[in-house]
């Protein structure tokens, strides 16, 4: 195999050779696959036990309390739907300005999206005092005629997400359907059937493409204002707050930012391992990285932008509240963390101006753990961080987690780990489709023929 | 009887769509295993009612929100932060989350009725070898017409025809 991908760079690659290439990453699974696997499964299923004790004995095996109500739980809960955000974003904006560079990396965001929507959407509902009474956010007939509250942030942020959540599904499968029924055509027996059934007995005739583009299309129209408007109204169960630290007109655009950022710290690192373990070198290529480099950068410095102008409110409004909070958010108990953050989300990623380094995929991977890390970080500062120090300074306090929130959180994130490996084993993570259809293209890019433009 | 030819380059597959329009066949049934723009265009295959399908779901989406935000409001009157009952501002998420849902939901819906999916059998003609790496055009026509047929499918030059005396056999094709 290694040399006919070498023999490739010199030839444009055939579908066949596309079709081989993208359906071995649907091969069987290994030993190791099984195990690591098991190894992701041990740990939710601690963090699982971990809630199960947090659910008998109550919310007091945190470390909540007052005045930090919200702290690891609602900091997890942004966290994962910024890292979902920037899924259905790559895939929906690029897919409108008709980006060369989307058909790989495509698929592989948008299952993040899927998976992490998930694994936020467990949050809210870890962070109930009694878990069980989490249908009540939902408007449904009752004796004590109560209805939500439609004016609250929550509800909206209830509404977003799940809107969003059913948009990326319905957005992710309609794009993986001509790809299934790829699989189904190239398997026999049972395997056939059921690729055959999850394809719908897709055929790719001249109609069903017609129909095919008209609905992704307008999807991705429809996907992209939906992008923006969710973490705003995530960000609006802070700026909605008159808590210094939370009120703050800048904050729908700066999650918004944050988020993409975030998410594309994470496909940085999902492409790197899928083109590790599925030897997809010909399919996502450094020039993918180059491109999706440079979107990081462009994110990186619209949040040092807010970081800046956030900074300037609370010296310019000369409100002694704002700036008690921005002075402890500096050089108080959470600095480790904010400075973190300004290194994570700032200053390294500054040396992306490097078109080598967007290159160097070991540094591609070292960026896009610092990103997320400085993300969560950031989230954490704001949301805890903000509550440590309200307008009573007799009401000030400190928060630190519990292990219950530590395994909870280390349990998250086997969860999606183990949701995306299962899931890359059914549906292909590169799309076939697309690739084949820019095919030709690539090649030139690959080969220096053509220059790669975004 | 059916005529199914297989092209392995989008051009050769596009040659032999002009070559048929030119004996007026305008509408053979074309195979593609990636969209093909160009070969749509050329087929002038009708625009797709799926866009109705959105723009219905999400008008219907966009007056649900506001029937469910306001009449809801309107049956728990709860007063909070001095907002109205019926505050425009915060309906106004609401909707537009519902619209954009409907529209979603709309769409998948009108993509699968119209494609009529999902389907058990398949298209007469139809080879698996469309799904992954080949091009397909099969033509229904009178046993009269079939040379002309033939001729007009290798304008593009097809890696390999067969012909069929009824639609049933051509479903033998399928792996």
């Known amino acids: 195999m290694a040399v006919a991908r070498t023999q490739l760079r010199a030839t444009e690659p055939t579908f066949e050779e596309i079709n081989q290439g993208v359906l071995s990453t649907l091969e069987p699974p290994t030993r190791s696959f099984f195990l690591a696997a098991g190894g992701l499964a041990l740990i939710v299923a601690l963090g699982t036990a971990a809630w199960g004790y947090q659910i008998y004995t109550g919310l007091g095996v945190t470390g909540m309390g007052q005045p930090v109500m919200w702290a690891f739980y609602i900091t997890n809960f942004v966290v994962w739907v910024g890292l979902g955000h920037s899924g259905t974003l790559i895939s929906a904006v690029l897919y409108l300005f008709r980006s060369r560079w989307r058909p790989s990396v495509y698929r592989a965001a948008e299952t993040m999206t899927v998976f992490a929507l998930t694994t936020a959407g467990i949050f809210p509902i870890l962070h109930l005092g009694r878990a069980w009474f989490f249908y009540w956010l939902a408007f449904y007939p009752n004796e004590r005629v109560l209805q939500p509250d439609f004016h609250s942030p929550l509800v909206w942020d209830a509404f977003a997400i799940g809107t969003y959540l059913t948009v990326s599904v319905i957005f992710l499968y309609l794009g993986a359907i001509p790809d299934l029924a790829a699989v189904a055509a190239a398997s026999a027996g049972v395997r056939r059937t059921f690729y055959r059934m999850l394809s719908l007995g897709w055929q790719g005739t001249d109609w069903q493409w017609r129909n095919f583009s008209a609905a992704y299309l307008l999807l991705a129209g429809l996907a992209t204002p939906l992008v923006i408007s969710v973490h705003s109204v995530v960000s609006f169960d802070f700026a909605m707050g008159q808590l210094p630290g939370w009120h703050d007109t800048i904050f729908a655009p700066y999650f918004v930012a944050s988020a993409i950022y975030s998410g594309l710290g994470m496909v940085i690192m999902i492409l790197i391992v899928i083109r590790r373990l599925s030897g997809l070198h010909q399919e996502i290529t450094p020039w993918h990285f180059d491109q999706l480099g440079k979107l990081t950068l462009l994110m990186s410095l619209i949040i040092s932008y807010a970081y800046l102008m956030e900074a300037f409110f609370a010296w310019y409004s000369m409100d002694p509240y704002e700036q008690t909070t921005f002075s402890m958010r500096y050089f108080g108990p959470m600095a480790p963390l904010f400075w973190l953050m300004v290194w994570s989300n700032s200053i390294m990623p500054l040396a992306l101006f490097s078109r080598r380094l967007r290159r160097d995929l070991r540094f591609m991977f070292i960026l896009g753990i610092f990103a997320d890390i400085g993300v969560w970080c950031d989230h954490f500062v704001i949301i805890a961080g903000s509550l440590t120090t309200n307008f009573m300074p007799s009401q000030w306090g400190f928060y630190r987690p519990s292990w219950v929130e530590g395994a909870i959180t280390a349990a998250s994130i086997a969860f999606f780990t183990l949701m995306y490996i299962a899931f890359a084993r059914i549906v292909p993570v590169i799309s076939l489709t697309e690739i084949k259809q820019g095919a030709r293209w690539l090649h030139r890019v690959r080969t220096g023929l053509r220059r790669g433009t975004a | ?175």
């Open chain 2, 1 to 175: 009887m059916l005529v199914v030819a297989w092209y392995a380059k989008e051009e050769h597959f596009l040659e032999a769509i002009t070559a048929l329009r030119e004996i007026r066949i305008r509408h053979p049934r074309a195979f593609m295993p990636f969209l093909s723009e160009r070969a749509i265009e050329t087929l002038d295959t009708p625009p797709s009612p799926t866009r109705y399908w959105i723009l219905l779901g999400g008008i219907f989406g966009n007056f649900a929100g506001w029937a469910l935000t306001i009449m809801l409001s309107i049956y728990w009157p709860h007063w909070v932060g001095n907002k109205p009952i019926i505050s425009i501002p915060p309906f106004l998420i609401i909707c537009f989350e519902m619209m954009v849902l409907c529209a979603a939901g709309a769409g998948l819906m009108g993509f699968i009725l119209h494609n009529r999916l999902p389907r058990l059998d398949y298209y007469p003609g139809f080879d698996d070898c469309f799904a992954l790496d080949h091009f397909g055009l099969a033509v229904e026509c009178p046993s009269s017409r079939r040379e002309r047929v033939r001729e007009a499918l290798t304008a593009g030059p097809a890696e390999f025809i067969q012909e069929h005396s009824d639609r049933s056999s051509a479903t033998s094709l399928v792996n």
